[in-house]
């Protein structure tokens, strides 16, 4: 397509000029997007109908890579090539890149959050320990233009917002000292992405089949790969019994198993050969699985708002940045009314057929709690949201209210450990 091809051209001739310098490729791609702006020229669904339609196609990249719903390759340049990604759902991947260049939003927001990584333990060249700590947070819209650094420095998250969404991407084929692309997984590990293991595939999938089947001896043969398993395996294995294991609280509460404790035995025995290291994977987990009920929660609502802050509380890392993007979002609006009001409305919402008591799957949720969700929105002390309570709900003669009790309550919910700090 014709801005596709202006584009590429300009990148090529003023990339050349340069000597092919892949540090100087961002800065140039992102100030030929910019001049270009195919973004506000090209409307995405024109580009999926001349794609159909079209005799002589670019070379299609990546095919392997299964990154996009699709990735379409639209210029195809001796070192570098533009993509367009449409999006269907958004991802907490946490990321960094092998490749230089820069990108544009073409459709749809997102929610862009920069990370660092600090290294404590290299278990190999594929697996790392350390501390994922989160960086600057924005939104993003169509237009926005970001640069994309080689490795480590620009470790980021690219949450979209809408169904669907879409980016235009110039990138080189490679950047050979980038090293390794890692991906990260809150708040400990980094791990290859890339990197492939026959023997660990194949003993994953013996350890879904003996949890899948229910084998009567699935727990001791697990035990068994575990004792003899490296470091990166018995990970790998306990991440796939946390899966089937845990978070089970329904059977549990009619005595239909213990499986928590199952993956506690199994989860001994790796802490028993690796030491204190295998303390950092169960956190991993939980925040794995946080990260996927959030959303599949969000799958649920239909709401624009509401959809937007579920996505908000999936992936800012604390209260203030969650009232700054939504005053960003809605300008005109006192963001704290607005979230209150959002979650009043998603507590009163049921889904057809579930046994849950509202989308959130929070079970008691009244006047009480929102008041204390207010209180903990604006940062007050215990003390100051007991007063307010007491002002506006008397409590009954001899009964205390329970504001204590009804913040602990909420800050250890999956929604709200992150901006509450639990």
Known sequence: MQPFNELGA????RWRQQNYNEKLLPEIAAEALSEVNPAGRVDPWEIISWFHTTPDLPQQMDLEANFGDPPL???????FFIDVYYWLDGTTSIHQHSFSGAFQVLLGGSVHTHYRFEKQREINQHFQTGKILPGEVSLLRPGDIRQIIPGPQFMHSLFHLERPSATI?????????????FSYLKPFVAYD???????????LQTVKLLLGMKHPHADRLIRELIDAADFQTAYAVLEVAFEFLCHRELEEIVGVSRSRDRFESLFERAHRKHGEVAELLPPVFEESWREKEISRRRAMIKGEDHRFFMALLLNVPE????????????????????????????AATRIFGSHEPNVLGIGEFDDRHLLVFEGLLEGLTG?????????????????????????NHLKALPLFKSIFGA
């Open 10 to 13: 300009l990148v090529e001739n």
């Open 73 to 79: 390759t639209l210029y195809v340049g001796p070192r």
């Open 169 to 181: 991407t110039i990138r080189n084929y490679k950047t050979f000292d980038a090293a390794v692309q």
């Open 193 to 203: 992405p890339f990197f492939s293991d026959a023997s660990l595939k194949r003993k």
């Open 319 to 346: 209260r203030k940045t969650l009232l700054r993007l939504v005053k960003e979002k809605y300008p005109e609006k006192e963001p704290i009314s607005l979230i209150v009001g959002w979650m009043r409305e998603l």
């Open 383 to 407: 003390a100051e949201i007991r007063s307010r309570l007491t002002a506006k709900t008397p409590p009954v003669a001899g009964a205390e209210l329970p504001v204590e009790e009804i913040t």
